[in-house]
């Protein structure tokens, strides 16, 4: 299965239509965003997504009564954590997604209670493992703090993390 993932969007329109693009033509069968996505303004790119989008709240997500009845016609939003689970062929794969990096990131990926974690928040990319845990952290797609605008592509058959430019 391949996942797009997002976080840190910002409202920046640009990128958020770029994004889309990229993910429409990779086909990829799922988008996970990790918050600060800011107003509903960003549905009207959001909503050409070919597939649907799990969202959790950032810390600057405003008009979030909107923002949950925009968002929610296309998945799922809510404050993080968000738990979910995928079947992959006869595999399930279990992910967990933050805005904010939790305190006991390290420790809850020793946990090995899930296959994935996902956060935003630092503006700044993340790909380790940790026992059996991938940990993603896309970077920013707004580029409003380090001007490194970027998105994920994660193959979850081959456990493999794209990092792309946008």
């Not at 700044?124 to 605008?149: H, M, Q, V, Y």
Request: proline share 4%.
């Amino acid at each position: 299965m391949l996942i797009g993932i997002i976080s840190d969007t910002h409202e920046n329109m640009d990128v958020i239509k770029k994004a889309v693009e990229i993910f429409n033509s990779k086909n990829v069968n799922l988008v996970v965003h990790a918050g600060d996505i800011i107003s509903p303004i960003t549905f009207t790119y959001f909503s050409k997504l070919n597939c649907k989008m799990y969202l959790v709240f950032g810390n600057n997500d405003g008009e979030k009564k909107m923002l949950k009845e925009k968002y929610s016609q296309i998945g799922l939003i809510q404050e993080p954590p968000l738990e979910f689970e995928i079947k992959d062929e006869d595999k399930t794969i279990k992910f967990i997604v933050f805005h904010a990096p939790p305190q006991n990131l390290e420790e809850l990926a020793f946990s090995n209670k899930y296959d994935y974690i996902i956060y935003g928040h630092t503006h700044k990319r993340d790909f380790r493992k940790i026992g059996n845990t991938t940990i993603i952290n896309p970077g920013e797609a707004g580029g409003w703090l380090f001007n490194n605008k970027s998105i994920v592509l994660l193959d979850t058959k081959e456990n493999k993390v794209e990092f792309v430019d946008i």
